[in-house]
């Protein structure tokens, strides 16, 4: 017979929900994991990795296109799209089966099927679980974290077909490349689809109804981004207002309306890049305690819910939505679980963002309007690609560091980047706010030359009035 009680279930098997379960039989707990589709979840399989391989195709086009500026050349340069898209299928699967591989290695239990909570037997929370509608069993545990990820939103009048008008999903396995693209909404999402898809030949139209994209990002990222979309080609709109959606026999069209002016745009194929909403359905939330608000599941500091037993983390638990962060509360809520002393509360401050487009942003904290809104005396440092001998070299001089400081008592508040590679170095940033580091600290430490990190000593410095290379 079957082993059906654990010490910990986790409902969901992505990067919040097998973190959790490993980190629960590391700290000597009997761990299961229910997963419905892939280990691995959206982040492993339609979504952070997929889309980064992606990416990884379409800066090799931009680089073949422009050979000569390093002294190359080519004739005749082309892609095949169904290589493109099975090296991206290729990755994902590789590390969904690393996930699988990891889980045995930690004597993790994984149930293939659908969990649903089911009251409680015995003092222990019950969890049944079905596959394709039919039973596979019933488990027990003491504790359940339900991690069941987000998936896209969608918008009345602006529903997918999953061929002309469709979401992050449908668009990482194109059959075909449009020679139009319109792509609504801007965030880090959208701007990444619309990024590849202009690197790979396609015109790019992006709609956003607010008055700038990226706008989870500091202003003068956002400003600096959109000159730079705009300098390589694509057509930005912002603070428009879509009014009809719909198909045409030759692609889809949408009425935009800004400024007092209404138009029609005309395109091959649409990506909507409008937000996510928690998957808390049918995952036996009814008749309990727990508490959802605008489809997120209500936690305190400790991913615990209002019912006795039962925690959240992840996308299904709310902002912000990033893998990292899901990872992360996963390891705090079973260390709570298992008592490990001298734990603290996620401070979300601290989790850096990272968007993939070209060029890359990445930041961390507080951006300098949110700063000011609290209350802080600030000073900001500046330091552009284009004094750093790394990215000249590289031929990428288009981009700044951005450093925001409580002027009262040297605290980093935040970092804001935009550039060739800067999502691989914003964790700097993070870590010295993890450690409080003040600026003298950072001023003192030495950066390697040459590289693109000394930028973030430079933008430091220049916060102080004492920036040496620009």
Not at 14 to 21: D, H, L, M
Not at 204 to 211: P, R
Not at 270 to 283: C, Q, R, S, Y
Not at 360 to 366: D, F, H, N, W, Y
Request: hydrophobic share 40%.
């Amino acid at each position: 017979m079957a082993d059906t009680q654990f010490d910990v279930i986790v409902v969901g098997g992505g990067p919040g929900g097998y973190v959790a379960a490993i980190r629960a039989a590391q700290l000597g707990l009997k761990a299961a994991v229910v997963e419905r589709e892939h280990l691995g979840g959206i982040c492993l399989n339609w979504g952070c990795i997929p889309t980064k391989a992606l990416l990884r195709s379409s800066e090799v086009s931009h680089i073949l296109h422009h050979l000569d500026a390093y002294g190359f050349s080519a004739k005749d340069i082309s892609y095949d799209l169904k290589k493109v898209v099975d090296r991206s299928r290729k990755v994902a699967k590789q590390l969904s089966g690393g996930v699988a591989h990891l889980l045995k290695k930690n004597k993790v239990t994984v149930i293939d099927g659908h969990g649903k909570l089911a009251g409680t037997q015995g003092g222990l929370r019950k969890l049944d679980v079905t596959k394709d509608g039919k039973p596979v069993g019933t488990y027990t545990a003491k504790h359940v974290i339900l991690a069941t990820g987000a998936r896209a939103r969608t918008l009345p009048g602006m529903e997918p077909d999953g061929e002309t008008i469709v979401t992050y999903k449908e668009a990482m396995v194109p059959e075909s490349m449009p020679k139009s693209l319109l792509v609504i909404g801007s965030g880090a999402i959208g701007m990444e689809f619309a990024s590849f898809h202009h690197d790979m030949g396609c015109k790019v139209t992006v709609l956003e109804v607010v008055d700038r994209i990226l706008p989870a990002e500091d202003e003068e990222i956002s400003a600096f981004a959109q000159k730079q979309f705009a300098k390589q080609g694509m057509t930005i709109r912002t603070g428009v207002k879509i009014g009809k959606l719909e198909k045409t026999g030759k692609g889809a069209k949408a009425t935009v309306e800004a400024g007092g002016k209404t138009e029609t745009i005309e395109v091959d194929k649409v990506i909507l890049a409008v937000g996510i909403v928690g998957n808390v359905e049918d995952i036996g939330l009814e008749g309990t305690k727990v508490k959802v608000e605008k489809t997120h599941v209500v936690i305190n500091e400790w991913m615990e819910t209002g019912e006795p037993g039962v925690y959240a983390i992840g996308d299904i638990a709310g902002p912000p939505w990033l893998a990292h962060k899901a990872s992360h509360e996963g390891v705090i809520c079973v260390e709570r679980i298992a008592g490990v002393k001298g734990l603290h509360p996620l401070d979300v401050r601290k989790i850096p963002g990272c968007t993939y487009c070209r060029p890359q942003i990445a930041s961390v904290g507080l951006s300098e309007a949110k700063a000011k809104a609290a209350g802080y005396e600030i000073r900001v440092g500046r330091f552009p690609f284009v004094g750093n001998g790394k990215a000249i070299a590289l031929g990428e001089p288009e981009g700044m560091v951005k450093t925001v400081f409580d002027r009262k008592t040297g605290e980093l508040l935040g970092a804001h980047m935009i550039g060739a590679e800067v999502t691989e170095l914003i964790q700097g940033y993070g870590v010295a706010m993890t450690l409080e580091t003040t600026e003298a600290e950072l001023m003192h430490a030495v950066f390697p030359h040459p590289t693109l990190s000394e930028m973030m000593h430079e933008s430091v410095l220049d916060a102080y009035g004492r920036a040496i290379h620009f």
